[in-house]
């Protein structure tokens, strides 16, 4: 049985956006989709007045405000919906680990300052271990998602690349999309410099031959795997998000990967990510990997 992909939902206009996506997406992918709120009654030890009775009926509303909206745009879709008793963060993580994906939306913030997750948002981002999708306030049904651009980052080797190429490819499949695969370089400092590492781009024929190299190498088997899916390569001296955010311009969809690692301050989402996630203007999809 294939998963649901699931959205998480608290009544703004965000997450209703982020709702209709994810109802396109399953409605493109054929699976199920799963609409979640998290409430949790937690009296609180200050003098103020509390209902749970009104905020369980609240967190009812909210439910089925997005279930409604969502059925009225896709009828024949196969729709769940659940307020979950639990807190957002571990709530969203629970479905994010039983899902194919989890959406949620973001708001705008200006177009110089860009996008706001939510600390919820950035914690389940940085540390789910399924695919997690930021969505915009601006909805888009599963026609206007078809078509067009997936636009994917790819860094390091093939093997670290693989699951968040295969995310991509898969995407661009259900939407009938190109690939753009994207992968930036730059001059390595000068320690970093050693006769092995130039032998192999002097083999190449030089450096930038040699990322043109090893994008081709990484995109080889997953073209042979979706070979209805077109394929652009794109290869560009340059910071990765910076790249990557000027070739996401008109893209339906950016892919970008997170590597699963945590260090002594937590886990991070990545530098590469969290530009993509605060200033691209299309859904953003982040994949964690080993």
Same mark, same amino acid.
């Given at each position: ?29 054929? $699976? ?10 937690? #009296? ?43 807190? !957002? ?13 989890? $959406? ?19 914690? $389940? ?69 050693? #006769? ?30 979706? #070979?209805?899916? #077109? ?24 892919? $970008? ?32 990997? !080993?």
């Amino acid at each position: 049985m294939n998963r649901a992909i699931a959205v998480g939902v608290d009544g703004s206009p965000e997450s209703l956006a982020a709702a209709e996506w994810a109802a396109g997406e399953a409605s493109l992918r054929g $699976v199920p989709l799963r609409i979640v709120h998290a409430w949790l009654w937690q #009296p609180l030890d200050v003098p103020v007045v509390q209902h749970r009775e009104t905020e369980a009926e609240a967190a009812g509303a909210v439910l089925r405000e997005a279930e409604t909206h969502v059925a009225g745009r896709y009828p024949g879709l196969s729709v769940t919906a659940e307020v979950v008793p639990d807190t !957002a963060v571990s709530a969203l993580l629970a479905e994010a680990e039983r899902s194919e994906m989890l $959406v949620l939306g973001s708001r705008g913030h200006g177009a110089f300052v860009g996008f706001l997750l939510g600390s919820y948002g950035q914690q $389940v981002i940085a540390t789910a271990s399924r695919p997690v999708v930021s969505v915009r306030a601006q909805g888009e049904d599963a026609r206007g998602m078809e078509g067009g651009e997936v636009v994917v980052g790819q860094q390091g080797t093939p093997e670290e690349s693989d699951v968040v190429l295969g995310f991509a490819f898969e995407a661009a499949a259900a939407r009938g999309a190109a690939v753009r695969a994207v992968r930036a370089w730059n001059l390595p400092p000068v320690y970093a410099y050693s #006769p092995g590492s130039m032998y192999l781009a002097d083999r190449a024929g030089g450096l930038e031959p040699f990322e043109r190299k090893a994008l081709h190498e990484a995109l080889a088997p997953w073209r042979e795997r979706f #070979p209805d899916v #077109p394929v652009i390569e794109h290869v560009e001296m340059g910071s990765a998000a910076q790249v990557l955010l000027s070739s996401a311009g008109r893209a339906r969809l950016l892919v $970008v990967g997170r590597r699963m690692r945590h260090s002594p301050v937590g886990t991070r989402i990545g530098s590469v990510a969290h530009a993509a996630l605060h200033h691209a203007g299309c859904p953003v999809a982040v994949v964690p990997h !080993a």
